[in-house]
């Protein structure tokens, strides 16, 4: 069932690559798996998954631990706070959601020399709701430069999540501004090749604005119980 499903996703996000005139080998599936176990990890897993996301650093690595003879590209798309920077540079290969140079000082510096630059993007709150975390648009450029300094880190661009809304003209426009933020640090010269939106319900808007990443949840998995907080809830 879950094979089906990631088929089914397949095809969505190559149907609205065609429809975008965009290769859809460009845009990559991060299977989102938070508050699913690890059993149904390893059921997408060999259905041909290997990148997953988490939101909670906690529930993260209990999955690690259980899953550790299979090769799974592990992405934190959770809040990080900086009490949690070392463990998460010491087993995640990727992190989305770096908001703040601290953050990324610390990740740099708790980096094992043996393993192979923390693949980073920024988080941009491109709403600009008061509740959810990423830096303000006008912090993008600064952040991405501290993180691209960092030998431990490797920047790779940004991830966004804009505030939920079924108004495709709106989803349009938001994951647009994150796109133009994402060409200006090109044209800053930095080199970045990552953009990280779209979601179940807007995956279509996000890649027909140039997401290159879409973090999917419920269209592989279904729906998630309420027992866990919401996604951009501090644990
Ligand atoms: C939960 C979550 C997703 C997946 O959402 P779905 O709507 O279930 O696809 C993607 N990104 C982040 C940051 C999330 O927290």
Do not use: C
Not at 139 to 156: F, M, T
């Amino acid at each position: 069932m879950i094979g089906d499903n990631l088929q089914a996703v397949r095809a969505r996000i190559a149907a609205a690559a065609a429809r975008a005139g965009r290769d859809p080998a460009d845009v990559r599936l991060l299977a989102v798996s938070k508050t699913h176990p690890a059993t149904v990890v390893a059921e997408a897993f060999h259905a041909g998954q290997t990148a997953f996301g988490e939101n909670y650093v906690q529930e993260a690595l209990e999955k690690m631990d259980s899953l550790s003879a299979l090769p799974i590209e592990w992405h934190l798309i959770g809040p990080l706070q900086s009490n949690k920077t070392r463990i998460v540079a010491e087993r995640f290969g990727w992190v989305h959601t770096v908001d703040r140079e601290k953050i990324a000082l610390r990740l740099a510096q708790s980096r094992p020399a043996s393993m192979p630059p923390l693949e980073v993007l920024v988080q941009v709150n491109v709403s600009g709701e008061a509740s959810k975390s990423g830096v303000s648009p006008g912090e993008v450029n600064a952040l991405a430069r501290a993180v691209a300094a960092q030998p431990g880190l490797r920047l790779r661009g940004l991830m966004a999540i804009p505030e939920p809304t079924d108004d495709v003209v709106l989803q349009r426009t938001r994951f647009r501004e994150v796109r133009e933020m994402f060409d200006r640090l090109k044209a800053d010269g930095l080199d970045v090749d990552t953009l990280s939106m779209g979601m179940t319900g807007d995956m279509e808007a996000a890649i027909a604005e140039g997401s290159t990443l879409v973090r999917i949840g419920t269209a592989i998995f279904g729906a998630r119980g309420r027992s866990r907080a919401p996604a951009q809830a501090e644990h």
